[in-house]
């Protein structure tokens, strides 16, 4: 897994880079985000499996990149909502969710 750490957008998501090598990568990605976020360690969050599947996640945007497709998932956590996009960017931001519409949300 690659993890290029994470920024704050303009419009204020955490805006992170990776790369999906598998199914582990998402959920250990989005794991370490959440816990930063929510300021706790990783042991202390709510599992992932009560808000996505992940495996359901990693499945689809592994199949979307067999495909040469762009794909998007979101879904709340908490109070946050994150965005999964097949070309290795996560978003996540306080509130409602609010799909990326560019080009560079979903692919390279």
Same mark, same amino acid.
């Given at each position: 897994?690659?993890?290029? &750490?994470?920024?704050?957008?303009?419009?204020?998501?955490?805006?992170?880079?990776?790369?999906?090598?598998?199914?582990?990568? *998402?959920?250990?990605?989005?794991? %370490?985000?959440?816990?930063?976020?929510?300021?706790?360690?990783?042991?202390?969050?709510?599992?992932?499996?009560?808000?996505?599947?992940?495996?359901?996640?990693? #499945?689809?945007? %592994?199949?979307?990149?067999?495909?040469?497709? #762009?794909? &998007?998932?979101?879904?709340?956590?908490?109070?946050?909502?994150?965005? *999964?996009? &097949?070309? +290795?960017?996560?978003?996540?931001?306080? +509130?409602?969710?609010?799909?990326?519409?560019? %080009?560079?949300?979903? +692919?390279?």
């Amino acid at each position: 897994m690659a993890y290029d &750490g994470f920024d704050v957008t303009a419009d204020g998501r955490v805006e992170i880079w990776t790369e999906y090598d598998d199914e582990s990568a *998402v959920i250990e990605v989005l794991a %370490q985000v959440l816990a930063v976020l929510e300021n706790t360690e990783i042991t202390d969050i709510e599992p992932l499996y009560e808000s996505v599947e992940p495996e359901a996640v990693f #499945r689809l945007l %592994q199949h979307a990149a067999e495909r040469d497709c #762009r794909v &998007g998932v979101e879904f709340t956590y908490d109070e946050f909502t994150v965005t *999964v996009s &097949g070309c +290795g960017c996560i978003h996540v931001h306080d +509130g409602s969710p609010r799909l990326i519409h560019s %080009q560079e949300g979903y +692919g390279r």
